[in-house]
């Protein structure tokens, strides 16, 4: 299985130098119903007041929106077309969570680029800024959903608010960051995480287990929990206890699914 990502409207730097934190950067596109740019100023208060982002300051221009908040770098800018229709559907194909996707998805009209730029912060706050700003853009634009490239993840507009209301409880919104793949082989079943590198984990993966989808998907998603509240990652010869008992010990793989990736696969002991 191949991935294919295309380059955001926004350069990702991924070099480190000795005087220098590493930049890293969170960019996801919201998929607008209509082409209209939002009247960004008017964005701030619900940034601040519905969705707890504090913006130390902002910059607006043509058709694009600048803030600086904590040390981060966000840029919002409207693009007045559509994303490329030949990767829409491809993550539509994908998004199993959002089962109008393969209908809705393609209809968009423009977008809204979004990327959060950092040096030095812990990954996980770069999403938790991603997931407030592109919640204040979603709630206040007429959108169809939004797409984060990187880990090929596609979902609506209300399901992404949905989840990124959980931050409020201290909830990580793991579907809104990590993409959750499932198929069956010969009537068995696997699953596996995509996107956990970016939080300095390992992505997990079950083989060939007679679990059902349901089941096989579970355990990844608990795991994949533990791993982002707590933020210890899990490591090769670790042993995973799912919350119905069953052990599994964690071999780093090759994963004979997932073209050019090692992954931490769950072997039951």
Not at 105 to 110: G, K, N, T, W
Not at 124 to 143: G, M, S, W
Not at 183 to 197: E, M, P
Not at 236 to 244: P, Q, R, Y
Request: proline share 5%.
């Amino acid at each position: 299985m191949v991935f294919l990502f295309s380059a955001v409207q926004v350069a990702m730097a991924q070099t480190t130098t000795p005087a220098m934190a590493p930049v890293r950067t969170v960019s996801g596109v919201i998929l607008l119903r209509e082409a209209k740019s939002p009247d960004f100023r008017a964005l701030l208060p619900a940034l601040r007041k519905d969705w707890g982002f504090v913006v130390d300051s902002a910059q607006f221009g043509d058709k694009k929106m600048t803030l600086y908040s904590g040390g981060l770098t966000v840029v919002v800018q409207y693009v007045n077309y559509p994303m490329a229709a030949a990767e829409v559907r491809s993550a539509a194909e994908g998004a199993w969570l959002w089962g109008a996707a393969r209908d809705e998805a393609p209809r968009h009209q423009a977008q809204l680029t979004l990327a959060v730029v950092g040096a030095g912060q812990a990954p996980i706050t770069l999403y938790k800024a991603y997931t407030r700003v592109a919640a204040a853009l979603l709630e206040n634009t007429r959108a169809y959903g939004i797409y984060l490239p990187r880990h090929y993840l596609l979902h609506s507009r209300d399901f992404f608010l949905e989840a990124a209301r959980q931050m409020d409880r201290d909830e990580p919104p793991i579907y809104c960051w990590v993409y959750f793949g499932m198929f069956q082989l010969d009537g068995l079943s696997c699953a596996y995480t995509y996107g956990l590198d970016d939080f300095g984990m390992m992505d997990l993966e079950i083989v060939r287990t007679p679990k059902s989808l349901a089941e096989a998907h579970a355990v990844l998603y608990d795991a994949t929990r533990e791993a982002l509240r707590s933020g210890k990652p899990w490591q090769e010869g670790a042993v995973l206890e799912s919350v119905d008992g069953e052990k599994f010990l964690l071999r780093r793989v090759r994963s004979p699914y997932i073209e050019n990736r090692e992954m931490l696969q769950l072997q039951k002991l």
